[in-house]
Every structure is written in C-alpha cells, then in structure tokens.
C-alpha cells in the first residue's frame, strides 16, 4: 500500500513540476505574427539586474527571403529612456525562409521593464517584445 501512495505522489509531483517548467519557459518566449514573417523572441533565463541578457529570435516566413537580415541592427535593447543598445554577441544560424540568433545583450543596472525590439522585419516597421527585469538576488 505504501509504494502505491508513494508511486502516485511521484507521478503528482512530476505532474506539476512540468506544468511549471512548461508555464516559466511559456513566459520567457513573446511571438508577433504581423506580416508574412513572424518573430518569436525567447529569453535564456528571466531577466535580472547584473545579469547579461540573452535572447533567441527566430524569423520564420513561407514567402519572404530572410537572407539580408542583419541581426546585430535589425534586433536591440531599448531602455526606459528610450536608448537602445546593440547586441555584444550574435550566433545566427538558418538561411532562405527561417533564420534565427541568440543575441546576448549587457546587464541591465536596474528593475524594470526590459524591451527587445525587432526593426524593418517583413514589412513591419517595429515588433515590441517587453519583460520585467528583476533585482539581484
């Protein structure tokens, strides 16, 4: 009876670690379907103060060539202020209809809102994608 009840509280518990797992990583990626390229960003881990930002963008589309997009202009990190900052690193793979980087940006200094902005992407001027930087722990 025992090994039943302890085999059923695994399972439970399991259960709801992947619910949670799936919800987290569910908050760190945004999507803009705009146009005929669509844009998904997905944040490495959530953002926090000191912590450098790293981003997957992935461009996706069934009828625009993808080829001349420029990550390292076309991606940045806009602040409160409205500067924007330029990735210090990009890895882009895939050519043709589906392309994608990881962008690695400076820490932010301080909480709060964190925006990645994708510019001139299949006809959209600006797609906004806007997490919650949080303090240091």
């Given at each position: 009876m025992r090994s039943v009840i302890r085999v059923g509280l695994v399972i439970t518990l399991a259960t709801v670690w992947a619910s949670w797992a799936?919800?987290?990583?569910?908050?760190?990626?945004?999507?803009?379907r705009r146009g005929p390229v669509s844009v998904t960003v997905t944040l490495a881990a959530p953002p926090m103060v000191g912590?450098?930002?790293?981003?997957?963008?992935?461009?996706?589309?069934?009828?625009?060539?993808?080829?001349?997009?420029?990550?390292?202009?076309a991606v940045a990190l806009r602040g409160a202020d409205g500067s924007e900052v330029v990735p210090?690193?990009?890895?882009?793979?895939?050519?043709?209809?589906?392309?994608?980087?990881?962008?690695?940006?400076?820490?932010p200094a301080a909480p709060g809102k964190l925006r990645i902005v994708v510019k001139n992407v299949g006809g959209v001027a600006e797609r906004s994608f806007e997490w919650e930087a949080q303090p240091a722990r």
């Open positions: 799936a919800s987290a990583q569910e908050a760190l990626t945004k999507s803009d912590a450098p930002i790293k981003a997957k963008v992935v461009l996706d589309t069934h009828s625009v060539g993808l080829d001349g997009i420029a990550f390292d202009s210090t690193a990009v890895q882009a793979t895939g050519s043709g209809h589906h392309r994608e980087a990881v962008l690695e940006f400076p820490a």
